[in-house]
């Protein structure tokens, strides 16, 4: 499975971004995607995802309320809408991708669970 992020880019607090992942590759009908961050000097952390085939979306709490996380499963893309933006919103986006999620409801929060990466996104909030 390869993963293409895209849609980046500098923004003032208060505005909004979209990015998107797309997938390629061979998957299953039931798999999860992730958007995780990281800002500099910091750990990776976890943004957002959703379990394809459950409808099951999940959000850190730092981003509940102004991120939205969609996606189109018959293009095998995911978008996550930011609103709001924060400077500390700033960091390299990363979507992920776990082929094994497992039915215990949400998707998995840890980096470890998830299988297949991509190349990371650089949103930058300016305050």
């Known amino acids: 499975v390869q993963l293409q992020a895209s849609g980046g880019g500098l923004v003032q607090a208060g505005g909004s971004l979209n990015v998107s992942c797309a997938a390629s590759?061979?998957?299953?009908?039931?798999?999860?995607m992730g958007w995780f961050r990281q800002a500099p000097g910091k750990e990776r952390e976890f943004v957002a995802a959703?379990?394809?085939?459950?409808?099951?979306?999940s959000y850190a709490d730092s981003v509940k309320g102004r991120f939205t996380m969609s996606g189109d499963k018959a293009k095998k893309t995911v978008y996550l809408q930011m609103n709001s933006l924060k400077a500390e919103d700033t960091a390299v986006y990363y979507c992920?991708?776990?082929?094994?999620?497992?039915?215990?409801?949400?998707?998995?929060?840890?980096?470890?669970?998830?299988?297949?990466w991509g190349q990371g996104t650089l949103v930058t909030v300016s305050s």
């Open positions: 992920a991708a776990d082929v094994n999620p497992g039915y215990a409801g949400s998707p998995a929060r840890a980096t470890h669970s998830y299988d297949y």
């Open positions: 590759g061979r998957t299953s009908s039931r798999y999860a």
């Open positions: 959703i379990i394809w085939g459950a409808g099951t979306t």
